[in-house]
């Protein structure tokens, strides 16, 4: 177990509605990262989030958005989904700067 | 901006046997080195990192891998592998300035008895 919740597991949709996944990362850690597998992209960093500022952005989509709140959870928001937004969203999470990420199990989407 | 190269995307082992999965970086800037193992329908679970000192790191499950910075490498071994092993194995690069990592696009170790 390492820590970092997320919910929910699994999440079926269609084409064009929103879904929102949220991720509460380890105790004390500050750094929270959006990551989307795919079978044809891999490991596709997303966005990340240090203490409730974002730090970083990577490929996200503009139909895409995240924040994180002051309880440091953050959640990650796909809008006008596509079939091709079907994937695993991860979220992890870390305490410093060293890249050492914590990650949680995921949220499988599927957008029919 | 960093990245990564994993040479393998499939590597079929008998049981008991070494392997050595390879990935190789590219970046203009002193880095951080990570190997991830993603088990079936599981997170990421950092197996071993390289931050300074030593280039041979050990990590969990017997697994070690050797820093070498003349060939941007960052190979991953394990003398003996189970069954248990098997497992998407990705390797993962951060700048010592920042904190994103970037991954590879892994490498399916498959162990067969």
């Known amino acids: 177990d390492s820590g970092v919740t997320q919910t929910p597991k699994h999440l079926i949709t269609a084409t064009g509605q929103r879904v929102t996944l949220r991720c509460s990362p380890r105790?004390?850690?500050?750094?929270v990262y959006w990551y989307q597998q795919s079978l044809d992209q891999g490991l596709q960093f997303l966005i990340q989030?240090?203490?409730?500022?974002?730090?970083a952005k990577g490929n996200i989509l503009e139909r895409f958005s995240a924040q994180q709140f002051p309880d440091l959870h953050s959640e990650l928001n796909l809008s006008s989904l596509e079939l091709g937004d079907s994937a695993l969203y991860f979220c992890?999470?870390?305490?410093?700067?060293?890249?050492?990420?914590?990650f949680g199990e995921g949220s499988r989407l599927t957008v029919l | 901006a960093q990245s990564v190269t994993q040479l393998d995307s499939q590597v079929p082992v008998f049981e008991e046997a070494p392997v050595e999965l390879r990935c190789n970086y590219s970046?203009?800037?002193?880095?951080?080195l990570f190997w991830y193992v993603q088990y079936p329908n599981q997170g990421l679970q950092l197996l071993l990192k390289?931050?300074?000192?030593?280039?041979l790191v050990k990590g969990i499950n017997g697994f070690e891998a050797e820093f070498n910075k003349s060939q941007t490498s960052f190979h991953l071994r394990k003398p003996s592998v189970h069954i248990s092993d098997t497992a998407e194995y990705f390797c993962?690069?951060?700048?010592?300035?920042?904190?994103?990592?970037?991954f590879g696009t892994g490498t399916r170790l498959a162990v067969r008895p």
């Open positions: 992890a999470s870390s305490v410093g700067v060293t890249g050492e990420l914590f």
């Open positions: 105790s004390g850690d500050l750094s």
């Open positions: 989030y240090y203490n409730g500022e974002e730090r």
């Open positions: 970046s203009s800037v002193s880095v951080y």
């Open positions: 390289y931050l300074s000192g030593s280039t």
């Open positions: 993962a690069v951060s700048e010592s300035s920042g904190d994103k990592l970037t």
